[in-house]
């Protein structure tokens, strides 16, 4: 937990009021906070900044002088497709898309999709996912996620409305490389040099371009996609790119391939 | 498991045997191969290849037609140096650095590392880490791992040793972004494009750029380096760079900033 995120009830004009017993405990555990020392906080949805601890008990933490005079970072403009993984990588997936920003999840069926996966419990605590990884990333805004069962009907209808510039899918057997896209979708970019940052060599102004951030990224789970995925989501506009010889977990191949476009 | 490794004593000048269980159990289990069916096979240390399945019983799976022809691909020169985290999550690191091409790993003590960390019963089984990533990533090259429970003396006296062109090292707090980074240390690179990834558009050829890999990337555990650990570092020639506002996962952060130079 690099801040702590409350609903806007938990707030008062001048106050607020911390009650979750993960919260507590992470405050008086790992950071062994104590009465008087300053918090980072957030209200959900809204600003981040910091507060005072007031007072402390094992059921409660209240907190003052709550200062939220910060915006939370830009959401990665994307959505990611992602194939239901297994239950188990589902907790630390949501955490990570969440973390590094991104605005839009869909999870979504594959052929290598086991059925059981939607009858996983963990599905009804996405919420609490989405919640640790704001607290992780230092974000407010919530990813809005979407549950897909049926692949071929959202491909087919509903891809292309989502696709307000080019889209990826990861494919570990596909000809054009991630580095090669870059490349080809590559923009000018305004970078805001501080002086730690100063630029010394002329020559490389002729740098400052970046690669456009898709509108779509869609990610396999383990064994990716099958051939006809791959062909149902080319047949929409969806190019897929590999990411060199080796072949990452899903939980390591989001964080490689959004990686790229960190703000 | 994306392909099965085996030690060079598995192997003879026409047949190769698989006796470790978990690797049957895959093939039977997650695979359901059969008798007479190809697997993608390696031989730890050589090259990569294929192999059909001759014989299976619960114990053994004997090969036959073994043929191993396909090289390796390239490490990432590079040394992680890499703060020890909590074991739940030495594991995946290990296997996420190994499968991303990591030809050199340090784990190191650090402020923020908890001494019973350096107890943990994980640590006797970073072979088996290993492995499970060589796996993943279908590499056959272990990267070299080296513990160093003292930093400053590591830092002060072996660093330089390891830094043959730049280092730097992740910290959510320095005032240079990665992106920033990338643009200051990036250097020609040659593409080969395939004909699906040909490039249409003459503009894009003054972007055949690419940052050059650090040759030491230090990474954090929970709650990041301490200011006299960045110092120290920083003293040494280290760059702290920051990978945007969004504070990452250990496991996170290593994928996106490696991600940067996938083959």
Redesign the interface.
Known sequence: M?CILLPAANFSPTHALIDAPRQIEHISKVLGAQVGETLKIGQLGGNLGTAVIDEMTPAKIQLCDVRLTIEP?PKLDVTVVLALPRPKVLR?LV??MT???VRDIVLINSYRTQKSYWQSPLLARLDEFVLEGLQ????TLVPRITLQKRFKPFVEDELASLMTNCAIVAHPYS???????L??H?QPTV?T??S??S?S?QE?K?????SALPSVVCIGAEGGWIDYEIELLAAQGCQAVN???????T???V??????W??
């Open positions: 690099n970072p630390r955490m990570d973390a590094i920003g992780q990333g230092v974000d000809e054009l490389s991630l580095g090669q896209y490349q080809q590559a970078y040099l501080n730690a940052a630029i060599n490389h002729q740098l400052h371009m970046k990411m060199g010889r080796r072949v990452l977990r939980e390591a191949a964080n490689a391939l959004l990686g790229q960190l703000l």
